[in-house]
């Protein structure tokens, strides 16, 4: 079946510093999403991208959908203490039998204040 | 204003035991999805579906029963708890198969002894 490779696995950071966060995939998506866990809560949403090379922000949070449909990136700039938690990559087709999300296997973020 | 329900939030079973993992949802979403998370898997899908008396398997199936005679709820049944189902369970849901718009539950922490 499809798999996302995510990267790094986990990362410990100072406060203030910038984070970069990647996604590749053996095959091509239509959609690129990014979720957020925080500890003892479920994924929320943060960024859904639909279209090849679109950039989108949200506050301090930039993603890209890569040019190739394989992959995505996900920045946070200036990081704060409340950044902390798990960072899923989440990949959607449309149509036929697919339509569900694959998930990839989180980066774990620390931040030091 | 619920969103996705889950119960219990935390469970202990012995092996052998059967348990029914609950979740409702009240945004009226055609979608339903439960999926488990293990340290350094990410999130794999259990079972989908797609409307009230249609459901289908997802990536790790075995072991796990549901069916969906509302659109409502959706439970997923453990027949006889093994250890290797161990995990803390997600149900989501979504307007629609494809649809990015993942609401996530908060988990149920099954411990299987």
């Known amino acids: 079946g499809q798999q996302l490779n995510q990267s790094p696995q986990s990362m410990f950071i100072q406060e203030g510093e910038d984070v970069s966060m990647n996604c590749t995939s053996s095959?091509?998506?239509?959609?690129w999403l990014w979720y957020k866990q925080d500890p003892g809560e479920g994924p929320v949403l943060l960024i859904a991208?639909?279209?090849?090379?679109e950039l989108t922000s949200n506050g301090r949070l930039t993603a890209q959908f890569g040019i190739t449909r394989k992959d995505s990136f996900l920045n946070i700039s200036a990081s704060i203490p409340s950044d902390v938690g798990i960072y899923f990559c989440?990949?959607?087709?449309?149509?036929?039998?697919?339509?569900?999300?694959?998930f990839g296997k989180g980066t774990k973020l620390s931040v030091k204040p | 204003n619920a969103g996705v329900t889950q119960t219990p939030k935390f469970q202990v079973l012995k092996t052998g035991q059967s348990m029914t993992l609950q979740c409702a949802q009240d945004?009226?979403?055609?979608?339903m999805s439960w999926y488990r998370q293990d340290p350094g898997m990410g999130l794999r899908l259990i079972h989908y579906?797609?409307?009230?008396?249609?459901?289908d398997q997802g990536e790790v199936p075995n072991g796990y029963n549901v069916s969906r005679s509302t659109t409502e709820d959706f439970p997923l049944r453990l027949l006889s708890a093994a250890p290797s189902q161990t995990s803390v369970y997600f149900c989501?849901?979504?307007?629609?198969?494809?649809?990015?718009?993942?609401?996530f539950g908060s988990g149920t922490r099954l411990t299987v002894v």
């Open positions: 989501a849901s979504s307007y629609a198969r494809g649809s990015f718009g993942y609401t």
């Open positions: 095959s091509i998506f239509n959609t």
């Open positions: 991208l639909y279209k090849a090379g």
């Open positions: 989440a990949g959607l087709n449309y149509g036929g039998s697919q339509g569900n999300l694959i």
């Open positions: 945004m009226n979403h055609e979608y």
């Open positions: 579906s797609v409307g009230a008396g249609i459901t």
